[in-house]
């Protein structure tokens, strides 16, 4: 029988992430959706400290939003959209946990904490990646 060893969230997650700050205005969030080619932006104080999270999606419908009313994207800020109420995992979270929660979920992202200090994030991209390679040095 072949045991298989719980991977920890931190051997996957990224660490070098771009975020933004609650009071960035929404050209901030397309310049870095923009520049990045990525999905989920987190947010955080001076201190580090997780805040929310901009998606995409949150991004797409405050655009929309702004154009029925007229308004500036310059005129609202992060705070206005990001999502607040956020699950959270940890370094330690085996891989699998994280997996099954996206699964359950309609989430494609979950911010890393080491108490309140962001420090990395996790994507489904990141667990496909994973298993790719797995799946690469099995075959060689």
Request: charged share 20%; with cysteine.
């Amino acid at each position: 029988m072949i045991k298989s060893i719980p991977i920890p969230v931190s051997e996957l997650m990224s660490r070098d992430l771009v975020v933004l700050k609650p009071e960035d205005n929404l050209q901030a969030i397309e310049q870095c959706f923009r520049a990045y080619n990525i999905h989920h932006i987190p947010v955080v104080n001076e201190e580090g400290q997780l805040k929310g999270l901009v998606t995409r999606s949150d991004f797409s419908r405050a655009n929309h939003l702004l154009a029925h009313f007229r308004q500036d994207i310059e005129s609202v800020l992060v705070r206005d959209i990001m999502t607040r109420q956020l699950a959270t995992t940890t370094p330690d979270t085996p891989v699998h946990e994280v997996a099954t929660v996206f699964l359950s979920n309609i989430m494609h992202a979950l911010p890393v904490v080491d108490g309140n200090t962001l420090v990395g994030i996790i994507t489904t991209q990141d667990l496909l990646r994973y298993l790719l390679e797995q799946r690469k040095q099995l075959t060689e």
